[in-house]
């Protein structure tokens, strides 16, 4: 089992940045970690996901060009460096972890395919 711990989650207004850390633990092998978010009423959408010993990353079209993936693979972390925020990016942000490798990117930012999940931070952006 893998052990997922998120922070970094606040409130911003339009246009400012954050970044979400992904603290990873445990015996097994995570080759992929994701980010997730969930808003109120909505359903948990894929927001990035990255290979941990590879180059493979992938991101979603409604953050592609403001949401950027980087590993420290010393820490066991993986973040989610978030730019130009909107107010439609508020959400509880999840990261994940899977057992199964890196195969394509909708696969990758499908969370059916996950295994262990943190308990979120919330992300709010105000206008």
């Known amino acids: 089992q893998v052990q997922l711990v998120e922070s970094g989650g606040g409130s911003v207004q339009a246009g400012g940045s954050l970044r979400l850390s992904c603290a990873v633990s445990g015996e097994n092998y995570s080759p992929v970690i994701g980010w997730f978010r969930q808003a109120p009423g909505k359903e948990r959408e894929g927001v990035a996901a990255?290979?941990?010993?590879?180059?493979?990353?992938c991101y979603a079209d409604s953050v592609k060009g403001r949401f950027t993936l980087s590993q420290d693979n010393a820490k066991n972390t993986v973040y989610l460096h978030m730019n130009s925020l909107e107010p439609e990016d508020s959400a509880q942000y999840y990261c994940?972890?899977?057992?199964?490798?890196?195969?394509?990117?909708?696969?990758?930012?499908?969370?059916?395919?996950?295994?262990?999940w943190g308990q979120g931070t919330q992300v709010t952006v105000s206008s």
């Open positions: 990255i290979s941990t010993r590879g180059s493979s990353e």
């Open positions: 994940a972890a899977r057992t199964r490798p890196w195969r394509y990117c909708a696969y990758a930012l499908s969370s059916d395919s996950y295994n262990d």
